[in-house]
């Protein structure tokens, strides 16, 4: 009953656009006039407080992040820390940040079921090449989790080619004598793949024991410059975290971080 009655408050949302009736996912909008629909919807609480709110398909991904979970009006665009960004199917970004615009709304923050719902619009730009425009954005109780807990393995983020790359999918594992680190979206995979005896200190890449690589579209590149800072490897807790940039032959990976446990 609780399923049906979410699906029942997120039809008026959408009720100006055509085959609407199975409103089932949890978080929605219209692109450019087209129906957006998202198979799969979660949220992670950082430990800054803020939030990251995604939707994706099997070749899309919708990302919303806010500075807070608090019920309230967040702006978008000139540079705000809250933005939206849509990657489409061809693994191009569509951002609000710095040039775009737009609100997302949260309308109830469940600290108890631990579930965001809201509504958002807003008009995005790919590197200025084209605009995207999103209207009537509804999400309804999407689960989250804190960054910390043991049914997230972490966070991994970085910009590529100056767009924010917030992956849906984080992965950390020991595999031999390796960490792996991965973050996917459905284009895109950023892998790190670190020594298990690596220790906090700064590295240079490339180097044989450190594997930096960036795939698009099953087109994979490996690092041949850059950097990375390790900041704390506690390998009893199986915990470790740093910061790093790094080139391809064909882009630029920067203000890359992550904290994982494996």
């Given amino acids: 009953m609780r399923f049906i009655y979410a699906l029942l408050l997120i039809v008026p949302v959408l009720s100006g656009c055509e085959n609407v009736e199975r409103n089932d996912p949890a978080l929605q909008g219209i692109l450019n006039s087209e129906l957006y629909r998202a198979i799969d919807a979660r949220a992670t609480e950082n430990t800054d407080g803020s939030f990251l709110i995604q939707g994706v398909t099997q070749r899309e991904l919708l990302t919303l992040r806010i500075q807070r979970g608090n ?11 809250n933005y939206a960004s849509f990657e489409d199917f ?8 710095p040039n775009g615009l737009g609100e997302i709304v949260i309308s109830n923050w469940d600290e108890v079921g631990k579930t965001l719902t809201g509504t958002f619009k807003f ?21 989250y989790f804190a960054e910390d807990v043991d049914q997230v393995a972490g966070t991994l983020l970085a910009r590529i080619n100056g767009d ?22 459905p284009n895109k995979l950023l892998s790190i793949r670190l020594p298990v005896e690596v220790e906090a200190g700064s ?6 024991d450190f594997i930096f690589k960036y795939s698009l579209n099953n087109e994979s590149e490996t690092a041949v410059s850059g950097n990375l800072n390790i900041t704390n490897h506690d390998p009893a807790m199986r915990r470790i975290s740093g910061a790093f940039s790094f080139n391809t032959d064909s882009h630029t990976i ?7 446990s494996y």
């Fill in 71 to 81: 019920p309230a009006v967040y702006e978008l665009g000139e540079n705000s820390v």
């Fill in 254 to 260: 920067s203000l890359g971080q992550f904290n994982v």
């Fill in 203 to 208: 590295y240079s890449l490339p180097r044989t």
């Fill in 164 to 185: 924010n790359f917030n992956p849906f999918t984080i992965s950390a594992s020991r595999e031999e004598n390796s960490i792996i680190i991965k973050g996917s979206t």
């Fill in 90 to 97: 061809n693994g191009n970004t569509f951002s609000t940040s």
């Fill in 123 to 143: 008009r995005a730009i790919q590197n200025g090449i084209d605009t995207l425009v999103v209207q009537r954005g509804a999400f309804f109780e999407v689960p």
